[in-house]
């Protein structure tokens, strides 16, 4: 395989996993294991091959297309940097698979951890080797959203839901700012690939937006790394599993902030900016973190607190802007991750094996398991940074650059004694978690008798020890070439001097060690009395909580605020909610005319006025004021007066040029008459006058202030369209839809062309939403129970019934069955010449008026004839019309047109047309549009049938409950 | 001609508004479609009024936008129409089995204290 290829792999290698072991059994443990630690052996392998050609300075690169309509591709892009992160991703990952294997318990549904872990692992690599800064982005949220999911593992604990819920707001709102960051960034230099964004420091310097992204990103950063004022998430994320804590906070997740401001160091750093943006707050979660976590009675929230400290070490570094400081940083960055990882596995063993973190409980631990006290004492001497080990190295690098004059500004002097009080700091809780933990008294009331654990539980900690003291011991042999091709990476051909080796020789950084050394013993010592009294959090800063600030910030937005508007604008009534949607659309509609004024001046001549127009809309007018006026005590005739103002829209599509919509409209007004007869069962009796004589005074304003709001909208829309119309029509879209109908569409009517060809798409949604609209009827009538007082017979049926009774010689129901038979008859005999229409509707459509929405109306008319001709139950016995079937058959119809085209190479639902010789027919136009039509047309059947039989079937429910058992709903 | 339809619809729409404005599920039924009248006559009347020249081409040319009505606001108020159709059902249907489990036709679900 090729280079690119491999890197590819390694990106992809995790979330094939992650897919695989979320579909293993689950308590599928020791499989779900071996695929992640496969998954990242075979990472690790990846990575340490690629090396050799990372090690030649020239970047291993993927590139393809992505969105090259945005100029956007997908690259992936590994130098030095990426290759140190991969391999700490991948390693440690490894070991961290391992250890959860044993630290997991069987009862958990393993797989699911892994499958997350994984799917977090995949992330990272992906952040480490984007190649463009949106991909980089894209990772960066993708982690955000896998650490929430493994820090909330355990769900069912409310710590953990809390803790995960904190992270994801403030790293993944960190990192929407991380993004608007970015996107200023390729608007400065004009391209998002890093490789440009790398070469284009001056263009970043110059830019007067510069400071906006600068700030934007290290937002980002921040929130991820922990820094304060943002670090307050990462104790809190502790609540998950440990080897997510010994994965997320050493390596990974919080080193995610850490590789940005190293990746983005050569183009941002080293300005005034950079110095006292980011150096304030390394120095301040420095101190801060290594403060807390003195005081901390949770062993996992000590390291939390210690990692914090760290991290603002490393950030402090990266602030100083030199390249000794890089130099430090990326190398404290590997240091940290390796003693850091086996010192939360190592927490995690004492957990696990004695059943509390707590440090009043624990203590006296070395007797019972020797063996993890001394690798966790060696881990931790690490973090204090005791000769011989590789934190003391890059601490001794640290003190020096603190020393180094950067800008001699007050803060730059201060540093050095900054340095070496959080020097002390780090001694004092190393020296805590060890005393504490594994001497003194011999420990009691622990929930288990601890021994040692399984031996490969241990090894991931032996490993990583193994290496703290090979690095530590001989620097230049183990990191140094490594260190040296990451320098490269990043910096290019100005690399400064710096030496790896362990003794300088009495230095000023050496004293400063031992000042730390020694002063952190003596303050351990001091603070003993204090610690041991058992308070929680440490003294001064215990106010000073950003999780409550956090916390009072989420409760004011989304409890109170929302409150507080549900209290001004909500209302549980529906009256209120219209008006308020009314006035505002009509004053969006006024807004615009205010504001700006109608475009164009001068209202073009109208069409002469012909007389049987204006009488007609008289009518119509007078159809929609009477139905208002009547909707509330008549319902029927308000029905019958809609129906009229139905027909006169109608009349003016006819009058006006619109065939197609005429016929639709008619159409569409005979099934609304029909349904909304059939509804009208279903509605309560009519109240007599709730006010006999006068109504109240609140009802009348009300009414008058409706009648205001409804006069307004009115006025405002014959405004709007009579200034309109009478204004030139602006050149449109419809001049293309014109000329190509005939020539590329094969049809004449121009409406149907566009409909089934040229926005073929449009249509396609619009037969879903009518689609999705019929089911939802479907499934709303399937519970539907009607209100008591509308089961029993209509009043017609009860006087008919009535009269069979008193007649001896018919038996009760005859009346009903002989009911306007001929009518019926006719009806009857009508099916075949409806549905004759219906399809000579559909086949002339792409080229005169008609077309499949009209023609699929008119087949569902045919259907609701028979239903009103014999009734419910004896089309059901007769008839089965299937319209789920129809529906179906129309989405499948239309899809696959669309999708044929895609065996031609033609983007979805390009249509083809062409005339046809056939017999007896002659030359007959056959277009792909017109296969696309004939799946609106049986979807429009399906619908309109289901609608208005799933509710004609409703008036046998009634009946039917007496009748107890009965047979299925054969319609469906 | 303009000044007619202009007015149409605006009653239309007024009566609707008024319709939807109002108590009772079936008030707001019929308020509803009136509104989608008035709405889908003024989407249509977008494209100007054109007497005599509907968007039907002669075969075998290319069309002359000026010669005939414009197609688009006619191709959009055509699926319009049947949406109309089917949000009505859907409302309608609703509004039945709010009524079958409240007892009442009230648009709120109870009568107004």
Redesign the interface.
């Known amino acids: 395989m090729s280079n690119d290829a491999l890197l590819l792999a390694a990106l992809v290698l995790p979330f094939a996993g992650s897919l695989l072991a979320g579909f293993l059994p689950t308590h599928a443990r020791n499989l779900a294991a071996a695929l992640a630690g496969s998954v990242a052996l075979i990472g690790c392998a990846i990575v340490v091959w690629l090396y050799r050609s990372v090690a030649t300075d020239v970047p291993v690169r993927l590139r393809a297309d992505w969105l090259p309509s945005l100029g956007l591709d997908f690259t992936l892009r590994m130098d030095g940097l990426s290759w140190l992160f991969a391999l700490l991703i991948f390693g440690i990952g490894a070991l961290v698979v391992l250890y959860a294997r044993y630290y997991m318990s069987a009862e958990d549904p393993v797989p699911r951890f892994f499958s997350f872990l994984l799917a977090f692992m995949g992330s990272m690599v992906g952040i480490v080797t984007a190649g463009n800064l949106i991909q980089l982005v894209f990772f960066w949220e993708l982690t955000s959203l896998f650490s929430f999911l493994l820090i909330g593992y355990w769900h069912h604990s409310a710590q953990a839901r809390d803790g995960a819920r904190m992270a994801l707001t403030i790293t993944a709102a960190g990192g929407l700012c991380l993004f608007v960051g970015v996107l200023l960034i390729g608007r400065i230099v004009g391209s998002y690939e890093l490789d440009e964004v790398l070469a284009a420091r001056d263009l970043l310097d110059n830019s007067n937006l510069y400071t906006v992204a600068l700030v934007l990103i290290l937002l980002g950063a921040f929130t991820k790394s922990a820094q304060f004022p943002f670090h307050f998430w990462l104790p809190h994320a502790m609540a998950a599993p440990t080897p997510v804590s010994a994965y997320l906070h050493s390596a990974t997740m919080v080193k995610a902030g850490i590789f940005l401001l190293i990746r983005l160091w050569p183009v941002m750093a080293g300005t005034d900016a950079w110095f006292y943006l980011v150096v304030p707050a390394g120095l301040v979660t420095l101190l801060l973190g290594a403060y807390s976590a003195i005081f901390q009675q949770d062993l996992k929230g000590l390291l939390a607190y210690s990692t914090i400290s760290h991290l603002g070490l490393i950030t402090l570094l990266l602030g100083l802007g030199s390249p000794l400081a890089l130099v430090a940083a990326v190398f404290h960055t590997v240091n940290h991750a390796i003693f850091k990882a086996s010192l939360f596995m190592a927490a995690g063993i004492i957990d696990h094996e004695t059943g509390t973190r707590d440090l009043r409980k624990l203590s006296g631990l070395y007797k019972y398991m020797p063996f993890t006290a001394t690798l966790a004492m060696v881990a931790a001497a690490a973090m204090a940074g005791v000769p011989l080990l590789n934190g003391f190295i890059s601490k001794e690098m640290f003190f020096a650059e603190a020393v180094a004059d950067h800008t001699g500004s007050l803060l730059d002097d201060s540093l050095p004694y900054w340095a070496t009080l959080a020097g002390v700091f780090s001694v004092t809780y190393s020296l805590r978690f060890i005393l504490g933990v594994f001497f003194g008294p011999p420990p009691k009331d622990l929930p288990h008798i601890p021994h040692e654990p399984a031996h490969w539980m241990r090894f991931p900690i032996e490993f990583l020890v193994l290496i703290c003291l090979l690095i530590g011991i001989v620097p230049s042999l183990t990191v140094g070439p490594l260190l040296a091709t990451v320098m490269r990476s990043i910096l290019g051909s100005d690399m400064p001097y710096y030496s790896l080796a362990l003794w300088h020789g009495f230095t000023l950084p050496l004293f400063m060690s031992l000042i730390a050394l020694a002063g952190g013993v003596l303050l351990y010592f001091l603070l003993r009395p204090y610690l041991d009294s058992g308070i929680e959090g440490p003294p001064l800063v215990r106010v000073l909580k950003g999780q409550r600030i956090f916390e009072k910030i989420l409760t004011t937005i989304s409890l109170q605020w929302a409150r507080r508007g549900e209290v001004l604008f909500g209302t549980?009534?529906?009256?209120p909610q219209?008006?308020i949607v009314?006035l505002l659309a009509v004053l969006a509609a006024l807004s615009p005319i205010v504001l700006q004024g109608l475009p164009g001046n001068g209202a073009l001549a109208?069409?002469?006025?012909?007389p049987g127009?204006?009488l007609m809309?008289l009518i119509?007018?007078g159809c929609?004021?009477a139905?208002?006026y009547q909707?509330?005590y008549h319902?029927f005739a308000?029905?019958v007066l809609?129906g009229g103002?139905?027909l006169?829209?109608c009349a003016?599509?006819v009058?006006?040029?619109?065939?197609?919509?005429a016929v639709?409209?008619l159409l569409?007004e005979i099934?609304?008459t029909v349904?909304?007869l059939l509804?009208l069962r279903?509605?309560?009796k009519r109240i007599e006058d709730v006010y006999p004589t006068r109504p109240p005074l609140s009802t009348l304003i009300r009414r008058y202030v409706?009648?205001g709001?409804?006069?307004a909208?009115?006025?405002i829309?014959?405004?709007?369209?009579?200034s309109?119309?009478?204004r030139p029509?602006p050149e449109?879209?419809?001049?293309f839809?014109?000329?190509?109908?005939?020539?590329e569409g094969g049809g004449?009517?121009?409406?149907n062309v566009?409909?089934v060809d040229f926005?073929g798409f449009?249509?396609m949604g619009?037969i879903v939403?009518?689609c999705l609209?019929?089911l939802?009827?479907f499934a709303?009538?399937r519970?539907?129970?009607?209100?008591p007082e509308s089961v029993g017979s209509p009043e017609q049926q009860r006087i008919q019934d009535a009269y069979d009774d008193a007649e001896p010689d018919r038996k009760p129901g005859d009346t009903v069955t002989d009911y306007m038979l001929i009518p019926r008859l006719v009806m009857n005999w009508m099916f075949p010449v409806i549905a004759t229409f219906a399809v000579y509707l559909f086949m002339r459509g792409h080229?005169?008026?008609g077309g499949g929405?009209a023609a699929g109306?008119t087949l569902s008319i045919a259907f609701v004839v028979q239903y009103m001709a014999s009734g419910t139950r004896w089309v059901e016995d007769h008839l089965r019309v299937l319209p789920l079937r129809w529906m179906g058959l129309g989405i499948i119809t239309s899809a696959s047109t669309g999708i044929g085209s895609w065996w031609f190479g033609y983007p979805f639902l390009t249509s083809h047309f062409r005339y046809l010789e056939l017999p007896l027919l002659g030359k007959v136009p056959m277009a792909s549009a017109l296969l696309f039509d004939l799946g609106v047309f049986a979807l429009?059947v399906g619908?309109?049938v289901l609608?208005l039989i799933a509710?004609a079937h409703q008036s046998l429910r009634s009946s039917r409950a007496s009748q107890a058992a009965e047979g299925g709903e054969t319609w469906r | 001609?303009?000044?007619?339809?202009?007015?149409?619809?605006?009653?239309?729409?007024?009566?609707?508004?008024?319709?939807?404005?109002?108590?009772?599920?079936?008030?707001v039924?019929?308020?509803l479609?009136?509104i989608s009248?008035?709405v889908?006559?003024?989407i249509?009347?977008?494209?100007?009024?054109?007497?005599?020249?509907?968007?039907?081409?002669?075969?075998?040319?290319?069309?002359?936008?000026s010669a005939?009505?414009?197609?688009?606001p006619?191709?959009l108020?055509?699926?319009a129409?049947?949406?109309?159709?089917?949000?009505?059902?859907?409302l309608?249907?609703?509004l039945?089995?709010a009524?079958?489990?409240t007892?009442?036709?009230h648009?709120?679900g109870r009568e107004a204290d």
């Not at chain 2, 001609?1 to 109002?22: C, N, Y």
């Open positions: 549980r009534r529906l009256q219209m008006r009314v109208g069409t002469p006025i012909e127009f204006a809309w119509g007018m929609a004021l139905a208002a909707a509330k319902r308000a029905l809609m103002a139905g006169v829209t003016t599509f009058w006006l040029s619109a065939p197609d919509l639709t409209q569409v099934v609304t349904l909304l509804g279903w509605l309560p409706d009648f709001i409804a006069s909208f009115g006025g829309l014959a405004f709007l369209s009579y309109l119309m009478t029509l449109s879209v419809s001049r839809f014109v000329e190509r109908a005939y020539t004449t009517n121009v409406v566009i409909l926005r449009d249509t619009e939403v009518l609209a019929a939802t009827v709303l009538l519970r539907f129970r009607p209100a080229d005169l008026p929405f109306i429009v619908a309109t609608i509710l | 001609m303009e000044i007619i339809l202009a007015i149409g619809i605006g009653v239309f729409a007024a009566s609707g508004v008024w319709l939807l404005l109002r108590p009772r599920t079936y008030q039924i019929i308020g479609s009136l009248y008035a889908n006559l003024f249509f009347s977008m494209g100007r009024v054109k007497l005599h020249a509907p968007p039907v081409l002669q075969p075998g040319t290319a069309g002359d936008p005939v009505a414009d197609p688009v006619q191709a108020v055509l699926t129409i049947v949406i109309g159709f089917a949000m009505t059902a859907l309608l249907v609703v039945l089995a009524r079958g489990r007892g009442t036709d648009v709120d």
